[in-house]
């Protein structure tokens, strides 16, 4: 079939083009995403359309978003969502865009939920941003346990109750900074806190909170102190698992240690065979 100028097939080499020259590192799948979300359509439906002629508006709305994301805004706060676990997460400039690697946090999580007696427990997430970490624990676990979610950041938490109703999630918020907003022990503390250091801002990320990113001078003071209150707060069969820069793992695992001389702590890795994630637990 003889193509029309203009039409969806042009306008996706267009937007790949566009976004290869801008830097993007996944420029057609930027660009199909991008065309989707202005035309209203699924993949499927795309791909039908190729050579078929896009209405003038859904063309400037396209080139609209082009702008966003080659000036660097994230995909995900261009389409207002992002998946993670499974599960469609609200997401705007007022959270970090969940990472794939946080999935393991929950993986743990429900590890270690999984090795317990089976009683509800009290389970706290840290810096909860969209509510991420705690949602998905919460869904995956049918809504058994008391899942505390906290953050410092007030816009952060109305993104997390957005998503907590519309996931039908059983998560309380609570506002405040690591532990203060506790009154009662925890059984198991869950958080992907700030770890970066100020000059290891990049392009990419920029758009995303600071209060999000970044930790103090050498990244890890917030988990550092996150470590020395929690065995305050922390059960005395409870665990503790923390994500973070793996060039951190060796001050991790001595903080950890410090704070839970009698506890089994250690490092597990991602994908890339990363130490990324601190488990601390007091009856492995
Ligand atoms: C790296 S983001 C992680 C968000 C979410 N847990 C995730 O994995 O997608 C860190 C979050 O911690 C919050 N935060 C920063 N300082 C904090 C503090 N002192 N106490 C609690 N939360 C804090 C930020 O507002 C942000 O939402």
Partial sequence: MKRTAGSVSDLLNEGTTRLKQAGSESPGLDAEILLRLALGATRVQLFDALPYPVKPS??????EYLDQRAGGTPIAYITGHREFYGHDFIVNENVLVPRPETEFLVEFALEWLKRQDGSPKRIIDVGTGSGAVA????????????????????????????????????????????????????????????????DQKHAGIEQEPDIALYAGEDGFSLIADLLQTAPEWLSETGAVILELDPAQSEMALEAGRRAFPEASVAMRADLAGMHRYLVVDRNP
């Fill in 58 to 63: 859904a063309s400037r709305r396209f080139r």
């Fill in 135 to 198: 949602i998905s624990v919460a869904l995956e676990t049918g809504n058994a346990h008391t899942i505390i979610a906290t953050d410092v950041s007030e816009e952060a938490l109305t993104v997390a109750q957005l998503n907590k109703d519309a996931l039908r999630a059983k998560v309380e918020f609570k506002s405040g900074s690591l532990l203060e907003p506790l009154t009662e022990p925890v059984d198991l503390i869950l958080a992907n806190l700030p770890y970066l250091r100020p």
